[in-house]
């Protein structure tokens, strides 16, 4: 059996941090980092697909999933995100098996939201078919653009076309919560493109829109070939404008903005995403995959031989760990709801801080209203739309 430092050895019911309100949430983050090709903007820990390694990848990760059970402190599976990479890749029949794993080491929770990342290139009718019989229940479908040279300029291999045809087969598998993906402020861009993006979406009639900004990884093609705001990637103050517009758009169509980047229809939020951005308690499962215990935070090394290896030799793979003291932890949360739309719970940051935060931090939150950032309503902090676009400065006024 492996030990893993994450543990806390305790048998106590787990708690909120701080030991407040009880917390029964729990999730599961599982990573499969493997990808048709690197795309040229991509930051994240992700590879070209390489058969022999993803063939062993996959019989080790029922072992380790089996090994983290014991960190759930008898807690049930209320969510569980298999992201990328691109988790599609792989056949239906293989991503069931993962499933049944994972429920056989850890119990699902009743009504458990089961997610899976999409390439739409690499659906069918029959395996989106085979994947909501196995238990998926949620679809996020990376369309990221429905131009077809914006598409070639990301280094995407799917058509519009595919996007489209792969949200109609998942509906007709019975996927009824469907999130698309789009990025916008590429190079090349305009108005009308960004603008033609977003209704080309609303039109599919997802439950779940995330709306992302093209971020310059440094390493990255793109990070290296261009700046923020310079040509041909398109001025700041345009980009700012195009989200306005989108905005308008997306809650006319009955989605609402409940983190900067992501809308939902009401009572669809994502489970993983609002637990993350709550300071909530999930495991990670799969090379480079991150995980959240009760203020222990790790990461499993992203090199797949690594991993590999420490499973194998019943080691935890693990790249980092870290124990967060109660000030960091106060902080991550004010950080993390200043991103959101229902903004900061003062309470249970108090809880956390052990200190009342309209004392402790009161020239940080009068700062953050004077600058019309946020406003305190209740015992929360609430962002306004100008503070959700300006999230990092306003949570570095905290720091």
Known sequence: MLRHPMACGKKNTPRAPGGGR?????????????????????????????????????????????ALAPLAGGRRLDHVY???????????????????????????ALGAEISIEANPGTLSAAKLERLRRAGFNRLSLGAQSFDPGLLKALGRRHSPADTRRAAAQARAAGFANISLDLIYGL??????????????????????LSLYEL????????????????????AEDEVAAWEEQALALIEAAGLKRYEVSNFARPGVTCRHNQS???????????????GHLQGRRWAWTADVEDYLSAVAEGRAPLAFVEELTPEQRALELVMLGLRTAEGVDLTAVGEVLGADPLIAWAGPLARARALGWARLHGSRLVPSWRGLRLADAAAALFT
């Not at 990328?84 to 080491?105: D, I």
């Not at 190079?187 to 779940?208: N, R, S």
Request: charged fraction near 15%.
């Open 82 to 108: 298999l992201g990328g990479g691109t988790p599609s890749l792989w056949p239906a029949a293989k991503l069931a098996g993962l499933l049944r794993a994972v429920a056989e080491a850890l119990p699902l």
């Open 22 to 66: 009880p917390r029964p949430e729990l999730g599961l983050y599982i990573h499969l980092p493997y990808c048709p090709s690197r795309c040229p903007y991509c930051d994240f820990s992700a590879r070209a697909f390489r058969a022999g390694l993803a063939r062993s990848l996959m019989a080790a990760l029922p072992r380790h999933m089996e």
């Open 276 to 290: 993350t951005w709550r300071g909530g308690d999930y495991l990670a499962l799969g090379p480079g995959a991150h």
């Open 215 to 234: 971020t310059l990884g440094p390493e990255t093609p793109f990070g290296l070939s261009y700046a923020k705001g310079q040509p041909p990637l398109p």
């Open 187 to 208: 190079p090349l861009q305009d108005a009308a493109q960004a603008q033609a993006d977003v209704l080309a979406a609303l039109e599919l009639g997802p439950e779940h």
